[in-house]
């Protein structure tokens, strides 16, 4: 129990610090780069890189405190895997190298950054919901 509790702790307290500079920086990106402000793309580009790398230890201890809990194949819990692995994949395979080849001076169309870094926070922002609402679960409140 206290386990369990200490494992869901550190798993909010990974999407808290990993997931919101991400989403931050994320959403900031498209408009420096309207700007130009090549410093400011260097450092939002990074804080997405470093934190996204942070972020793994959602999911870590997430499988963590769900199998802890035994609701690892609880339809919510599938369907929050799956949004996170969506999730994580647009941060890997869009946004992020859309990023690199716009700090490395290629240009890349700020608004397609704009749109893939919103389908990324409403992507973590149903994450967060289900987690929270956990519909068809009888543990819990
Ligand atoms: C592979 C992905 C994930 C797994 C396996 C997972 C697993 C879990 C489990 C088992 C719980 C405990 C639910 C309960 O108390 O019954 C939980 C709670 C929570 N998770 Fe996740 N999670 C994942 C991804 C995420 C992501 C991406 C976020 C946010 C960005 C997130 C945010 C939360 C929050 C805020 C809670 C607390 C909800 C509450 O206790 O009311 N999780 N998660």
Known sequence: MIVT???LSLHVLAAIVAIGPVTVAASM??????RGDRAQLAI???I????????LAVPVF???TASSLGVLGDAWLLTSIALTAV???VLGFAILPAQAAAVAGNPAVPARLGMTSGVFNLLWATVVVLMIVRPG?????
Do not use: I, Q
């Open 48 to 55: 997405c890189r470093v934190y996204a790398v942070l972020g």
């Open 5 to 7: 509790k200490l494992l």
């Open 62 to 64: 997430g499988f963590a």
């Open 44 to 46: 939002l580009h990074r």
């Open 137 to 141: 679960s009888t543990t819990g409140a």
């Open 29 to 34: 990106f498209p408009a420096a780069l309207r």
């Open 87 to 89: 999730a994580a994949a």
